[in-house]
């Protein structure tokens, strides 16, 4: 009988120890390694400081030479202020409703079609699939005047359906083929097949082995969706500029315009927190399924 | 348990026909192994009865029940992957559980069933893990596991121990067995291993290009292989074949080959007719001076593994396998008289390919 490690907390090496660098003697080497992981943190993160502490900031003291690092008074009275300016809050809840939806319908219309792509050899799935490829190589400005002029023939413009039907279009191509790939490698037909003989119909065993298996790609596609959605400006602004409906980005764009990149500094950066802030709350809830390796092993490769 | 019977089976892709017309009686409780070169329809067959592949034409039974049209859920079978496919989002307790809950047995009974096939295979201590953390050996024994619990009237196994070292293999081979004796489960198995299908199986069915050439226990595979495809299948090193013709001299019937003549034990063959002569390597010995079928032959490889000393000989421009018990004292180049045991010849008809 053998037996195989498996690590557990106990005997886990500290965090310190498990980067990779920590175990090289060579202490120059180390320094220089630190020292740019923090310069390139520095970079990323200080327009982000920058728009975060703004936000809570009266505006007197963000206009200050030399810069006010930490508010001396953090105050929440920005983001009231936007509210005011503009439907802050209407604008995150209609972004959010769009993303979602334009999210889940692209997952499953993705789920289906990428299956049978992975699964099945029929005439013509070659032909999709190069068809589907075509289309990432199409830039995408030449594709806003044939999409405006067909959601407005669809009287779709300004509403949500018809800028969730072209966040779907536009997510499809690439959710197909990421998630096809996926099938085929974290979910091999005899998984399937050893599904069906221990007892489930085709439908039981895309629900409980194939889907359950596949789930980190299927996040991983949502959530792709779901941002790309999210952060769309060029879109949203040509398919739904009127009134309460807009998206947040939209929104946002239209207050930069109305001077709250001049007079309201403070509250515009307010209106940039909440527009970031959800991407980055998904990623951070769902990054552990985007995690692969919950697929090693059931397949001897 | 049960028997299984297939009838005239044939399979085809599209117009490309793979299956032609295969007939097997499997009595309950027999273990048997499907063997043959790799595409030859082995797996195809295997899927046909799991019902994983449509029967183009033809019958299946199993427990005298046609299942052609049956899926898979309602045949009462179990099947063992060449590569496992165990669920790697479930332990290996709900591995093994799953077609039992899937048949909404009770919890205590699951944990039951699970517990016994874990005894069995010694899994007991790896109840809880995912199949990404166990050993290749390990993960090929949950696949058993998750056949065993299910407690079903037919084993099915595709290649199970392809995938394992060597050492292992003998191991898991043997445990199959000792596993298919103490269940008497009616079990297919496919391998290309001939070892293990010398070992394990009660018959052997031989199958090349879509068609069964042989069905027998091992040993009568070995000692009376029906045509040529089978002589040269079975037994490893494999049999030495040679062209001649019959003849008769001074009334014996005689095998004749160029320079090489052979009097036969044997006389029911005709005359002038073409035929394969075919000895196995092991029936090969040294000439001593009274031996009456004599082949001057010449060494090109030796290679002694301790117990055996095999020679690859060449005599007459045929190359010959010889394989010795004792060991030899001869090098590449040297020149040895060899004699065929006429008692332990194989002939076939070089038309048909059919023993004569
Ligand atoms: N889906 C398919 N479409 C067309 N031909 C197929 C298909 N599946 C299998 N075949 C063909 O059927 C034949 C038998 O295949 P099969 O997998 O049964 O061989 P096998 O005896 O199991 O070989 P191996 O020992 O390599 O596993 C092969 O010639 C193969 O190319
Ligand atoms: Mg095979």
Redesign the pocket.
Known sequence: MMTIAVPNTATRPKLWQRLSFANKTDLVTRILIIAITVALLFYILLPVYWMLKSSFQPNQEIRVLPPIWFPSEATAQPYTNANRLIPMWRYVLNSLFVSVTAAAISTVIACSASYVLARFRFPGATIILGLILLTNLIPAITRVFPIYFFIQDLGLLNSYAGLILAYVGFSLPFAVLMLRGYFISAAPPELEEAALIDGCSHFEAFWRVILPVCLPGIAAVAIFTFLNAWNDFLWASLLLNQGEMKTIQVGIGDFAQEGGGVQYVNAFMAACVVATIPALVVFVFVQRWLVGGLTAGSVKT | MASIEIRQARKAYGTFEVLHGVSIDIPDGEFVILVGPSGCG??TLLRMIAGLETISSGEIAIGNLVVNDLPPKKRDIAMVF?SYALYPHMTVAENMGFSLKLARRSKAEIDQKVGEAADILGLRPLLARKPAQLSGGQRQRVAMGRAIVRDPAVFLF??PLSNLDAQLRVQMRSEIKALHQRLKTTTVY?THDQVEAMTMADRIVVMNDGKVEQVGAPLELFDRPANLFVARFIGSPSMNMLDGRIESINGVTTFVSGGFSLPLADSSTGAGEEVVLGFRPEHLSLATPDSTAQLKAEVVVMEPTGTETLLNVTADGHSFLALFRERLEVRSGDEIMLSIDPSNVHLFSKLTGKRL
Do not use: R
């Open positions: 082995k797996s060449q595709d290649e496919v």
